[in-house]
T-cell receptor, first 112, second 113 residues
Framework: NAGVTQTPKFRILKIGQSMTLQCTQD?????MYWYRQDPGMGLKLIYY???????DKGEVPNGYNVSRSTTEDFPLRLELAAPSQTSVYFC???????????FGQGTRLTVV | AQSVTQLGSHVSVSEGALVLLRCNYS??????LFWYVQYPNQGLQLLLK??????LVKGINGFEAEFKKSETSFHLTKPSAHMSDAAEYFC???????????FGKGTRLHILP
């Protein structure tokens, strides 16, 4: 059982480039989340989704976009990458409301 | 909106000593509370969760946490620290009003030999 899979694991972008971070889960979870993790700052919620076709902003959505066309996939799009977007990005999913989230292994992104 | 405060970004304890990591939450409705652990260069793994059943929750690796509504706290404890407990620990809150999961800033636990 693969769980939550993120690709790529590492990426270096130049300022102004764009890219999509991929996230897929095979647990038929309705809820999916994108976080960024910066040293000493914990995890900040970027966007989340409660089901296919529904997305909502989290704590730090600026500079990012998401879509949720299927239950399994929740890609995160960076347009016009900036150095401030250098971070480790985690995708997570969960089933029912009171249950825990399952995390992917993360994508380490550097913008230079 | 929910929020989580973790007191102490770094905590050091001797091997065999009590581990206490502090977490206070803010939520206007009954919360769901979680502790996660992160080892270097890995994702987050659930240690334990509180979802309105027993207030004393036991988790993996000998950890437990007690939900105290009057103190809005959910502190994590372990009676005897082991070297393998060295990691970063995150407290998180969600509720049934919206579906966000909000994390604290984390506490890095160091184990001294």
């Amino acid at each position: 059982n693969a769980g939550v899979t993120q690709t790529p694991k590492f990426r270096i972008l130049k300022i102004g480039q764009s890219m999509t971070l991929q996230c897929t889960q095979d647990m038929n979870h309705n809820y999916m989340y994108w976080y960024r993790q910066d040293p000493g700052m914990g995890l900040k919620l970027i966007y989340y989704s409660v089901g296919a076709g529904i997305t909502d902003k989290g704590e730090v959505p600026n500079g990012y976009n998401v879509s949720r066309s299927t239950t399994e996939d929740f890609p995160l799009r960076l347009e016009l990458a900036a150095p401030s977007q250098t971070s480790v990005y985690f995708c997570a999913s969960k089933g029912l409301r009171a249950t825990e989230a399952f995390f992917g292994q993360g994508t380490r992104l550097t913008v230079v | 909106a929910q929020s989580v405060t973790q007191l102490g970004s770094h905590v050091s304890v001797s091997e065999g000593a009590l581990v206490l990591l502090r977490c206070n939450y803010s939520s206007s409705v009954p919360p769901y509370l979680f502790w996660y652990v992160q080892y270097p260069n890995q994702g987050l793994q659930l240690l334990l969760k509180y979802t309105s059943a027993a207030t004393l929750v036991k988790g993996i690796n000998g950890f437990e946490a007690e939900f105290k509504k009057s103190e809005t706290s959910f502190h994590l404890t372990k009676p005897s620290a082991h070297m393998s407990d060295a990691a970063e620990y995150f407290c998180a809150v969600s509720d049934n009003r919206d579906d966000k999961i909000i994390f604290g800033k984390g506490t890095r636990l160091h184990i001294l030999p």
